[in-house]
């Protein structure tokens, strides 16, 4: 706004005391100050509103003046509050600085000035950043993307002073204007979000983390289309959709800001399209891989295919020295959901990526295929050099002297993501992955296909909305209780515990309690006893009685690893 059209309003109050020639400059903000030097809190372009508390004697006007007009002000507004009219020395300051004068009544609040000068400014902003959007978004969707969201949170930044990152559905950031989202900021929004957008409440959606206000606004896949096409079922899409977040409360926003934000994150779709629409070749060879490999193709015939995709994944390096297999499934528990195929392609291509990997390609060497309720990742390890090393052992393929030091391991993909998934999938959804040992030829992948299919479904016994398993546990007993009838585990576990639950809950014994901790320490008496803050005596007679009640000998490996297994399927 021009400093001329403060003086149009009368509610303001304002008589202009001397700079009539430079009316016509341009107003940026407001700033309240008594301080004797307030240059340092000043920008340039402000109308600086003072109650001259910061005037002792005459010879204070022209250096605060001098200060004012070095900083580049637009003007200086003196309230007539205090002192009544202002000084002349304060007057001739300003003639002889060429700083626009005003003076205001005693009657109007500088609130309500300031009130009028940030709405005025905001909303003229507002409307030059809709201009900006507009045509970048025309640009985008006819043509290369012109520097991609970044451009346009740089934008929301400088002209409306809101500081906006675009998020993954698990918290990882895809773009930021300024300084990066932390980490566990954007997972704890990412998880709001998702539980908000379950409810199909529709956007923005309020949130508060560490004390600071966000308001989060979905940003729909929209494949394409000219505005967002909500899915039917919000299922389909809330494990895969970006949302901006805002550091601002947009509850009392104007409708035009509001809707200059939904314009903002149709614009950033448009980039969503353009990265999907890159995707779809690693898809696809991955469905050719997929394919090859469960129709049982000879093996030459997949390793042919695997020099096709190694250039695609792999840019630079030709060949890919060992691939991985991950499975994930996403299952909801209502009857009428449809196949999840598609959610869980979309959740295992975002936890194959770093979580400290920011930007929307950073997924570019990951092939994901799908079919029904089943997602396949083929990963290139060499891609993934700054993952964890794998515990536990090696499958036969893998087991020589090649094998990758850095391999994924099953845990430390979902500890970053499991809090927003658990989120997003609510009480009705699981989230299960399987993760296999790495190989290093064509004639190891269909092993290494089913072994991540055998860690699923060792994940899919265990609690919990978001689970995983890796290959190393599948030479382990866990492999074989996933497995076992339900009517057997009760009968198997109702038979040596329940007589120790009943005792324990006559006598508060704790038998169930010390037999964990007996079995745990491999049936040492002084290291039980030690864990369990007891006298070794004690603890021999709680066995005892452990023995009395079961008919069993803990001293026998085979009553101990009945106990064992018990307590595991119980």
Known sequence: MRLRALLDTEALGLRLLGG??????????????DLRDPSRYLSGGELVLTGLAWRRDASDSEPFVRLLTNAGVAGLAAGEAELGAVPDDLVEACLRNRLPLFAVNETVAFATITEHVVRQVSGERAGDLAAVVDRHRRLMTSG?????????????????????????PTGRQIAGAGEALPPRVGARLAGLHLAATRTGRPGPHPAEVDGTAYSLFPIRNTGRAALPVPSPDVRESVLSDWLLAVAADAGDWPAARLDLLQGVTQLIAVERDRRDAARAVRRRLAQEVLELVQTGAAPAEIAARLRVAAPVLLPGLGTAPHWQVVVARVEWTREEAQPAGRAAQAVLEEILVDPAVTGPDSADRIAVAYAGEEAVALVPLTALASRPPEEGGASAESADQDQPEAALHADALLDAVREPLSAGLGDDGRLTLGVSAAVHSAEGLRGALEEARHARRVAAARPGAVCAAGHHELASHVLLLPFVPDDVRRAFTARLLDPLRDYDRRHRAELIETLEAFLDCDGSWTRCAARLHLHVNTLRYRVGRIEQLTGRDLSRLEDKLDFFLALRMS
């Not at 009539?20 to 700033?31: F, T, W």
């Not at 993307?145 to 993954?168: F, I, K, M, Y």
């Open 20 to 33: 009539e020639d430079e009316l016509d400059r341009s107003v940026r903000g407001v700033m309240t100050t």
């Open 144 to 168: 290369p993307a012109g520097g991609g969201p970044e451009v346009v949170l740089d934008l929301l930044t400088s002209d409306l002073d809101l500081r906006a990152w675009v998020l993954s």
